[in-house]
């Protein structure tokens, strides 16, 4: 069983910079990819980022390109979101997510694995 725990959130001013981590432990860690959700109240779950594990390609939401950049490093099983020049409208609770088969990284629904989830609060 594959366990992810989030880290590295908390509160950022408007432009600032912050880095989120997610962990992975379990007996064999080989994912097809790895991504980046946020959820506010009372919405669905959007995808931010997401990245290939063995390649590491990545992909990056229209509204955080530019800004935020997934990586992974592949002998620490930890995948990270460097957020650089947030905004306020990016404090949500911020959750990492691994597929184990080939295909979409934005949809929520093609994911065996979560975090349990950080809170991210851009604020002055």
């Known amino acids: 069983q594959v366990q992810l725990v989030e880290s590295g959130g908390g509160l950022v001013q408007p432009g600032g910079s912050l880095r989120l981590s997610c962990a992975a432990s379990g007996r064999t860690f080989t994912p097809y990819g790895m991504g980046w959700f946020r959820q506010a109240p009372g919405k669905e779950r959007e995808f931010v980022a997401g990245?290939?594990?063995?390649?590491?390609?990545?992909i990056h939401a229209d509204s955080v390109k530019g800004r935020f950049t997934v990586s992974r490093d592949r002998a620490k099983n930890t995948m990270y979101l460097q957020m650089n020049s947030p905004k306020p409208e990016d404090t949500d609770v911020y959750y990492c997510a691994a597929r184990k088969r080939s295909g979409n990284l934005h949809t929520p629904d093609n994911y065996d694995y979560w975090g349990q989830g950080t809170q991210v609060t851009v604020s002055s």
């Open positions: 990245i290939t594990w063995t390649f590491g390609s990545t």
